[in-house]
């Protein structure tokens, strides 16, 4: 049985993220804006299947340490594409057409997440940099301090006249108070999430902490996540209520979620 969390204009259902993908009505969002988990942390296998702590929370930070693992993060560099392919594919046919794909990476996984976005199916059509200022630095070598969100369209785009302008670079510190080892801060999702209309519904297949919800409920749009962990899972219903709470009133949220898994209808 799914274990599902509803609130206004958000719904995030417990469980793998091709299963649920596979539920899902044809062209039923708008956007899927999402943060997978990409494996990355060194060069070699050995390096990927580390725990995460290791792979991605500093020694010295009690807090980064004291924060849960999480799972799915230990594919090598040809599973993941493969992986990749697979979601990404059912992800192409839930989007409506001229909607798009929006996903994380880092520079080792970089040129593979271009690949398995355009093995989905999508048209490739940019990638945008988050720098971190506060990032890590090595000395005499140029600081890896950015992550990168690769984007495409199902199809063509149509006139995108009918749509704000973007900005193609992202600069914003890490976030520091988290309840999830890779939480993105809430501004920079903002951003992104702003690639779906008003009022149309973002879709987060690895919804973590349910940053990129927090961020669509923040700026008019509706939010479906899905997430495995059973204590990511409350952490980030916990989130989407506060936010829902602090956004738009529920009579201004409608209700797209008419057909989605686990509704009444």
Known sequence: MTIEHVGAGWRLLGGEALALLQELPAASVDAVVTDPPYSSGGMMRGDRTQDTKIKYVKSSSV???ALPDF???TRDQRAYAYWCALWLSEALRVTK???ICVLFTDWRQLPTT???LQAGGFVWRGIVPWNKPDGRRTYGRPANTCEYAVWGTAGGRGNDDEYETLPGFIQCNTTRRRVH???KPVEVMRVLVRVAPAGGVVLDPFAGAATTGVAALAEGRQFLGFERDPEHLTNGAARLRQAA???LPAADQGDLFAEMPGSAA
Do not use: C, K, L, N
Request: without cysteine; hydrophobic residues 30%.
């Open 63 to 65: 807090s980064g340490q």
């Open 71 to 73: 799972g799915g993060d």
């Open 97 to 99: 057409p001229g909607g």
């Open 114 to 116: 271009t690949d398995a």
């Open 181 to 183: 080892i890779a939480q």
């Open 245 to 247: 709470a602090e956004a």
